[in-house]
């Protein structure tokens, strides 16, 4: 079992940058592909972005491209979303989450595809 804790949330204003981490609760880090995803208000989950394995391709939803960026530490068993121009839209609650390396097909935007979840942290933008 993999226990995943979020932070760096919070309230902000537009134009802003927040930068999410998520940290695993396991030694063996490199064998999980992390993603982030986000609901807001009445709205569904949606996916943000994911990171692979060792050698770290990533991900991201077309709306946070060029806005948003993913990185890794292996040595800090940490997962970062660095949010810059934040925008009200963005305003969320984000879940960090971990799939289990295999040798099966790796979807990044499936929710179904990750076998953990963090808990999930606030992230407002205000206008």
């Known amino acids: 079992q993999v226990q995943l804790v979020e932070s760096g949330g919070g309230l902000v204003q537009a134009g802003d940058s927040l930068r999410l981490s998520c940290t695993a609760s396991t030694r063996t880090f490199w064998r999980y592909a992390m993603g982030w995803f986000r609901q807001a208000p009445g709205k569904e989950r949606e996916f943000v972005s994911a990171i692979t394995w060792i050698g770290g391709s990533t991900y991201y939803t077309d709306s946070v491209k060029g806005q948003f960026t993913i990185s890794r530490d292996y040595a800090k068993n940490t997962v970062y979303l660095q949010m810059n121009s934040l925008k009200p839209e963005d305003t969320a609650v984000y879940y960090c989450?971990?799939?289990?390396?295999?040798?099966?097909?790796?979807?990044?935007?499936?929710?179904?595809?990750?076998?953990?979840w963090g808990q999930g942290i606030q992230v407002t933008v205000s206008s």
């Open positions: 989450a971990a799939r289990t390396y295999d040798t099966g097909t790796y979807s990044p935007g499936s929710d179904d595809d990750y076998d953990y």
